[in-house]
T-cell receptor, first 114, second 110 residues
Framework: SAVISQKPSRDICQRGTSLTIQCQVD?????MFWYRQQPGQSLTLIAT?????????ESGFVIDKFPISRPNLTFSTLTVSNMSPEDSSIYLC???????????FGPGTRLTVL | ELKVEQNPLFLSMQEGKNYTIYCNYS?????LYWYRQDPGKSLESLFV?????AVKQEGRLMASLDTKARLSTLHITAAVHDLSATYFC??????????FGAGTRLTVKP
């Protein structure tokens, strides 16, 4: 299975600022995904990040608010821009398991916006 | 639009009892996943179900898939406290995207 790390693990931010979350995986993967999990809720897919192309965003999520980078096959970043308290959530990255039909999830970044 | 519905959302069980969690989805899919999430932790993959009639078992958990009924079940046998967690089903669409159910928060009491 893939080993995924995320930085930071948690942060408390002020309204109007931006935070960039990093996701690092220990092997090369084709697809990386970013999810949001609001307190006590399920997971919602924000976008899919493929190396060498623009991220594909789900309905309700836009690039200006959640810009994503995917510079290589082991790394991706998600930026939460111009934050408001409604952005307080856990943000998780996941990757496709190579040759295995599942997704592996990182430990998550717990974001609180004041 | 693909919708995934889980029930129950909350489940309190006595140790030693059996119960089933249900996952219904609204459009055709060829893959269904079950994940476990402990409080404050990330998601752990439990099962991947790839075909109609698929059944997988791991310890006290057994998952099945009926693609014709668009229904998956997660059956818990003789529950123990260590199974207390939130269980999510997720359905694949658009090749690799997943849509998650709301989750079932399971509490197993002594």
């Amino acid at each position: 299975s893939a080993v995924i790390s995320q930085k930071p693990s948690r942060d408390i931010c002020q309204r109007g600022t931006s935070l960039t979350i990093q996701c690092q995986v220990d092997s090369q993967v084709t697809m990386m995904f970013w999810y949001r999990q609001q307190p006590g809720q399920s997971l919602t897919l924000i976008a899919t990040a493929n190396q060498g192309s623009e991220a594909t965003y789900e309905s309700g999520f836009v690039i200006d608010k959640f810009p994503i980078s995917r510079p290589n096959l082991t790394f991706s970043t998600l930026t939460v821009s111009n934050m408001s308290p409604e952005d307080s959530s856990i943000y998780l990255c996941s990757v496709d398991g190579s040759g295995v039909d599942t997704q592996y999830f990182g430990p998550g970044t717990r974001l609180t916006v004041l | 639009e693909l919708k995934v519905e889980q029930n129950p959302l909350f489940l309190s069980m006595q140790e030693g009892k059996n119960y089933t969690i249900y996952c219904n989805y609204s459009t055709t899919s060829d893959r269904l996943y079950w994940y476990r999430q402990d409080p404050g932790k990330s998601l752990e993959s439990l099962f991947v179900l790839l075909s109609n009639g698929a059944v997988k078992q791991e310890g006290r958990l057994m998952a099945s898939l009926d693609t014709k009924a668009r229904l998956s079940t997660l059956h818990i046998t003789a529950a123990v406290h260590d199974l207390s967690a939130t269980y999510f089903c997720a359905v694949a669409y658009n090749n690799n995207d997943m849509r998650f159910g709301a989750g079932t928060r399971l509490t197993v009491k002594p």
